[in-house]
């Protein structure tokens, strides 16, 4: 197995600042990193966190040390502005005791006009208090009033009412009535369509069965005739039979 080259402490750290320079806070893979492109060479994890840590009390220092600098540059300012503000709060400060004292006068002017004027405005209450009386004195008794005619009306309305349900209740039994009416009707005229149809088929009937009397007769009848006209030709057939045998034996015989 390979050893690692050593890298002295001091360069660590100086690669801690350029990689700070950088814009990269240190670590132990970004050190790796930088000495495998610097040189190649390695180190273990150890030696970086050491040299790494030393870096940071380092860094750490010269925050402190900045910081410090800063605080005696400005200073001075710190100071200056500090004056100002005091002495602009002071003067605020008496400006609002003067508001204040120039409020409080006002308000006892106030108070003592008030004080003046409170016997007139205690009149007018009372004017305000006795007219807002007689006012609700005339709404009471507006109230009962509508309450009287609103009782009244709601009779009225009942009694409509009622007279109204009486009125439904008989149109509905007449209705009921004319609807059951008019089902015996419908049922009358279906009875008679149905008598008038069995009619009409009797009537049918009876036609079929004269035609058909009247055919039978017509046979009976052609057949009576040809009968007949049989029977006296076979009676003619027997005259002159008859005839012929009576000239047949009138006739002289031969000796």
């Not at 860094?59 to 001075?76: G, W």
């Not at 003067?91 to 006002?106: M, Q, R, V």
């Not at 009247?214 to 003619?236: G, H, M, P, W």
Request: hydrophobic residues 35%; aromatic residues 6%.
């Amino acid at each position: 197995m390979a050893r690692k080259a050593n890298i002295a402490r001091e360069e660590i750290i100086m690669a801690c600042w350029s990689l700070l320079e950088q814009n990269f806070f240190p670590n132990i893979p970004r050190l790796t990193d930088f000495f495998l492109k610097q040189d190649g060479r390695k180190c273990s994890n150890t030696t970086f966190l050491k040299a790494i840590t030393e870096w940071e009390e380092l860094y750490k220092e010269r925050q402190d040390a900045s910081f410090d600098d800063l605080s005696h540059v400005f200073m001075p300012s710190f100071k200056k502005f500090e004056r100002d503000i005091t002495r602009d709060l002071q003067s605020l400060l008496e400006e609002t005791l003067h508001s204040e004292d120039n409020a409080h006068a006002l308000k006892r002017d106030a108070t003592v006009g008030q004080y003046l004027s409170l016997s007139s405005l205690v009149e007018q209450q009372e004017n305000q208090i006795e007219t807002q009386s007689k006012l609700i004195n005339e709404l009471i008794e507006g109230k009962r009033i509508n309450d009287e005619k609103n009782l009244y009306l709601e009779k009225r309305y009942q009694e409509t009412l009622s007279t109204l349900r009486t009125q439904q209740i008989k149109s509905e039994e007449r209705d009921s009535l004319l609807k059951e009416l008019n089902l015996n009707l419908v049922q009358k005229e279906l009875d008679q369509t149905k008598l008038e149809l069995k009619l009409s088929l009797v009537d049918e009937e009876r036609l079929r069965l004269l035609e058909q009397q009247t055919l039978q007769f017509n046979q009976i009848k052609t057949l009576t005739n040809e009968a007949n006209r049989a029977d006296v030709s076979l009676l003619t057939e027997q005259v002159k039979n008859l005839i012929m045998l009576q000239k047949q034996d009138t006739t002289p015989k031969d000796r």
